[in-house]
């Protein structure tokens, strides 16, 4: 079965760091780009990065620029976003997902995180 | 980058169809043929339905349908069910690799 798991959410006060993962199985993980998407309590959906398939090419929205950090390990099938300096604003469910030409076939199920000022 | 204009809502009863739009510019809906949507009801992970403008997914009902028209995007949902009720989201390629999503259109079925 096709799945993602993503782990390491959780409450984190105002300026600190906290790193997510996201476990990948069913699939070869190493054939495909990967995004990180994320969603504040009783909003829409803001795509957090993107990164290809070698982890060389990584975009990421302009809220987060410079305070987090995406990278993969192929052969742990994991995903990871490094989130320092973290805002408020940053308080949402992260969601991990699977690429196919820019949209998101297949979703995890999301971890919170919440930031408390 | 800013993100796509959808309506806030729609609605319609059931068996009739409905459209959400999914407005951008020539930088992304209009740009390229990579716009996709997703269904997510409350409480879950969105689901993929619509992919490169008018693809479905495998599993995915044909009332489910995409469209493309200058810079605006179009789902049409199709012979409504009740549990076509949920938030829709449009999403867009948008150059240098990175994707835009829209601010949602919750579809209500009266």
């Known amino acids: 079965e096709v799945q993602l798991v993503e782990s390491g959410g959780g409450l984190v006060q105002s300026g600190g760091s906290l790193r997510l993962s996201c476990a990948a199985s069913g699939f070869t993980f190493s054939s495909y780009w990967m995004h990180w998407v994320r969603q504040a309590p009783g909003k829409g959906l803001v795509c957090v990065s993107r990164?290809?398939?070698?982890?060389?090419?990584?975009t990421y929205a302009d809220s987060v620029k410079g305070r987090f950090t995406v990278s993969r390990d192929n052969a742990k099938n994991t995903l990871y976003l490094q989130m320092n300096s973290l805002r408020a604003e940053d308080t949402a469910i992260y969601y991990c997902?699977?690429?196919?030409?820019?949209?998101?076939?297949?979703w995890g199920q999301g971890t919170r995180v919440t930031v408390s000022s | 980058q800013s993100a796509l204009t959808q309506p806030p809502s729609a609605s319609g009863s059931p068996g009739q169809s409905v459209t959400i739009s999914c407005t951008g510019s020539s930088s992304d809906v209009g740009g390229y043929n990579y716009v996709s949507w997703y269904q997510q009801h409350p409480g879950k992970a969105p689901k993929l339905i619509i992919y490169e403008v008018n693809k479905r997914p495998s599993g995915v009902p044909d009332r489910f349908s995409g469209s493309k028209s200058g810079n605006t995007a179009s789902l049409t949902v199709s012979g409504l069910l009740a549990e076509d009720g949920a938030d829709y989201y449009c999403?867009?390629?948008?150059?240098?690799?990175?994707?835009?999503f829209g601010g949602g259109t919750k579809l209500t079925v009266l």
């Open positions: 999403s867009s390629y948008v150059g240098g690799n990175a994707v835009v």
């Open positions: 990164v290809n398939r070698d982890g060389s090419l990584i």
């Open positions: 997902g699977r690429d196919l030409n820019a949209a998101v076939d297949i």
